[in-house]
């Protein structure tokens, strides 16, 4: 027998994890580019860099945490 509620609640929280993921690789991007063009002019800004790597490590960060809580013999449940 299907719980559909606990169903809906896995659905809904994998849809939520998903979104929070691309915007937050997608803010990376969007600031590794900004980036780039400045250095190009010769504007480089290093707390830009600071920012984007640490967008992209926060994004890792997120997946990893996905992927301990999918896999059970990584939290023995």
């Known amino acids: 027998m299907i719980e559909w509620s606990s169903f809906l609640v896995v659905a ?3 849809w ?10 997608s803010v990376a991007v969007r ?3 900004v ?3 400045q250095a190009a002019e010769g504007q480089g800004n290093s ?5 984007y790597w640490a967008v992209f490590g926060i994004c890792g ?3 990893l945490l996905g992927v ?7 939290h023995g449940a």
């Open 12 to 14: 809904a929280a994998t």
């Open 16 to 25: 939520v994890s998903a979104v929070i993921v691309i915007a937050l690789f």
């Open 31 to 33: 600031m590794r580019a």
């Open 35 to 37: 980036h780039v063009d």
């Open 47 to 51: 707390l830009l860099r600071l920012g």
């Open 61 to 63: 960060l997120v997946v």
């Open 68 to 74: 301990y809580l999918i896999v059970p013999a990584l």
